[in-house]
């Protein structure tokens, strides 16, 4: 089973795709798909709010996108600040998931040559991976 992540134009948004399919071609379980799918529909929605295209994201960016993502989802909008100590929409656990998928996704198209790897080679659990 396979996930298509649909962009602002209603077509399908061709990095995830291609990422989607290399992680089905793994035999990824349909669980770590469809949560890869949905962390990445995320980031690209973020992109788009800042106009920014994936392959030139640098790791400052990460940090903001995680700042974004800790923000209720009604807030996620440009324009709207969040007071400094505000708890996190998201717990722990799905950030450290949605930092694995980003990884993993950068390294795939790293290794395509289609962009840097972001995060570099941090994996779960890496005590030098904590946000």
Same mark, same amino acid.
């Given at each position: 089973m396979?996930?298509?992540v649909i962009g602002v134009d209603s077509l399908p948004v061709p990095p995830i795709e291609a990422f989607l399919v290399h992680l089905v071609a793994k035999v990824k379980s349909p669980a770590t798909v469809k949560a890869y799918a949905h962390d990445?529909?995320?980031?690209?929605e973020w992109l788009g709010q800042r106009g920014q295209d994936f392959a030139d994201v640098e790791l400052e960016d990460v940090a903001?996108?995680?700042d974004w993502l800790r923000r209720p989802s009604g807030l996620r909008r440009p324009g709207v600040f969040v007071l @400094?100590?505000?708890p996190s929409a998201l717990? &722990?656990?799905?950030?450290v998931r949605?930092?694995?998928a980003l990884a993993e996704f950068y390294r795939f198209h790293a290794v395509r040559g289609s962009?840097? @790897?972001v995060l570099g080679g941090m994996t779960? &659990?890496?005590?030098?991976?904590?946000w």
């Open positions: 396979s996930y298509t990445l529909k995320d980031l690209f903001a996108f995680v @400094p100590g505000s717990e &722990g656990s799905t950030l949605k930092r694995a962009a840097r @790897p779960p &659990g890496d005590p030098a991976g904590d």
